[in-house]
C-alpha cells in the first residue's frame, strides 16, 4: 500500500499532490532560503499550514570535508515529514557521495536539487542558478540520483541566467526526462535576482508541458496572490518565500492585517525562545531579522525599535513588547 493509500484509510483525507509515492496534504509550501529557513521557523510554517518541510541547501563540499556548518542545517523535528533535503553543488558525481551519506543520516522523504540560488558565491562556482547555463549537468544530476535512489528527486530552478537565456522549458524537461519528480520554478532569472516583478506565464508553460507536478514561485504575498498564480498558471501547489518571513500566517490563508496583535506577540515569544534553545545563545541575534520584520507593520518609534534590535536580553525584548499598545 502506498504512503497516501495508508494515510488515507487513518485521516480520510487525500492529499493535495504526489511528489512520486510521497504524498503532499496541502498547496502552500514554505520556499528554501539561506540564513531564513532553519528548524524553528520551519517547526513554525508547518504548524501553520506549509505541507512540506525543506532544508536550506546542504553544500556537499561541506558534506565531502565534514565541515561541522552544515549539521544545524540537517536539524528536523519527526512531524515535520514529509522532509525534502535540498542538496547544492556543480559536480555531479560529488554531489551524490554527500547525498548518500546524507540519506544514510536522516532518511529524507524527497531529495531537492539547487538549481536557482543566485548568491554570487555559489554561481561563481558554477553551482545553484548557474547551472542553468549547463542543461547537460543537470542531466548528469538527475541520471546519478534516479539511478541510484528510490526516493523522489526534484529540482527548484529559475527562467533562466538572464533575459536572453531563458531556458526554462528545456531544464524542466530535461529534469522530468531523467527522472525527476517535481519542478519548482521561480519566476525570476539568476540576474534579476530577487528584483522586478516575477514572471508566472513561463510557469504556466512549464505546467503545460509537464507531466509530473509543478510549483510556482515568486512575488507571492498576499492571500489573493495565492488565487491568482494558481489561477494563471495552474501550478500544483504555490511556494512562499520572503513574504512568509513576515506573515507565516498566510500558510493559514491569512493576510498579515488578519492577525491581530495579541497572535503576533505571542509568535514572536515562542520563535524567539525556540531559536534560543537552538543555537544557544546567538538565538537572540540569529533571531533579529525576524523581530525586525514582524514588528515592521507597527511603526515603532526608531529609538524603541533599535533598542529592540540590539539587546542581548529575551526579556527585556519580552517586556517591552508585552507593554506595547499598537493600532489595529
Not at 508553460?205 to 509530473?212: F, G, M, P, S
Request: charged content about 25%; hydrophobic content about 40%.
Amino acid at each position: 500500500m502506498s504512503q497516501a493509500s495508508n494515510r488515507d484509510l487513518i485521516t480520510g483525507k487525500k492529499p493535495h499532490l504526489m511528489i512520486g509515492d510521497v504524498p503532499i496534504y496541502g498547496d502552500l509550501i514554505l520556499a528554501p532560503m539561506d540564513g531564513v529557513t532553519d528548524m524553528p521557523f520551519r517547526s513554525l510554517c508547518r504548524r501553520l499550514g506549509s505541507a512540506l518541510t525543506v532544508t536550506e541547501f546542504i553544500n556537499a563540499i561541506d558534506v565531502i570535508e565534514k565541515h561541522p556548518r552544515y549539521h544545524k542545517r540537517l536539524a528536523f523535528e519527526p512531524d515535520q515529514r514529509p522532509l525534502s533535503l535540498q542538496i547544492l553543488g556543480e559536480q555531479p558525481e560529488r554531489m551524490l557521495t554527500a547525498t548518500m551519506r546524507l540519506v544514510n543520516k536522516i532518511h529524507p522523504d524527497i531529495i531537492d536539487i539547487n538549481i536557482g540560488c543566485q548568491s554570487k558565491n555559489v554561481t561563481a562556482r558554477g553551482a545553484g542558478a548557474a547551472l542553468m547555463k549547463s542543461p547537460k549537468t543537470v542531466a548528469r544530476i538527475f541520471q546519478l540520483m534516479t539511478h541510484t535512489f528510490k526516493l523522489p528527486i526534484t529540482g527548484k530552478i529559475r527562467l533562466g541566467w538572464d533575459q536572453d537565456q531563458m531556458n526554462y522549458l528545456e531544464v524542466a524537461k530535461i529534469i522530468e526526462d531523467n527522472g525527476g519528480a517535481m519542478v519548482a520554478v521561480h519566476g525570476r532569472t539568476r540576474k534579476q535576482a530577487y528584483r522586478g516583478q516575477a514572471q508566472w506565464d513561463p510557469i504556466r508553460e512549464v505546467k503545460q508541458a509537464l507531466r509530473i507536478p509543478v510549483i510556482g514561485n515568486g512575488d507571492v504575498k498576499t492571500v489573493s496572490d495565492i488565487h491568482a498564480i494558481k489561477e494563471s498558471t495552474g501550478c500544483d501547489a504555490v511556494m512562499i518565500g520572503r513574504a512568509a518571513v513576515s506573515n507565516p500566517w498566510i500558510f493559514s490563508r491569512r493576510d498579515r492585517e488578519d492577525v491581530p496583535w495579541g497572535e503576533v506577540k505571542r509568535t514572536i515569544f515562542e520563535h524567539l525562545d525556540a531559536m534560543i534553545d537552538f543555537y544557544g545563545e546567538r538565538g537572540l541575534i540569529t533571531f533579529r531579522k525576524f523581530l525586525k520584520a514582524y514588528v515592521k507593520p507597527y511603526d515603532l518609534p526608531s529609538e524603541l525599535l533599535l533598542s529592540l534590535l540590539k539587546s542581548k536580553d529575551p526579556d527585556f525584548i519580552k517586556s517591552n513588547l508585552e507593554d506595547l499598545s499598537v493600532n489595529e
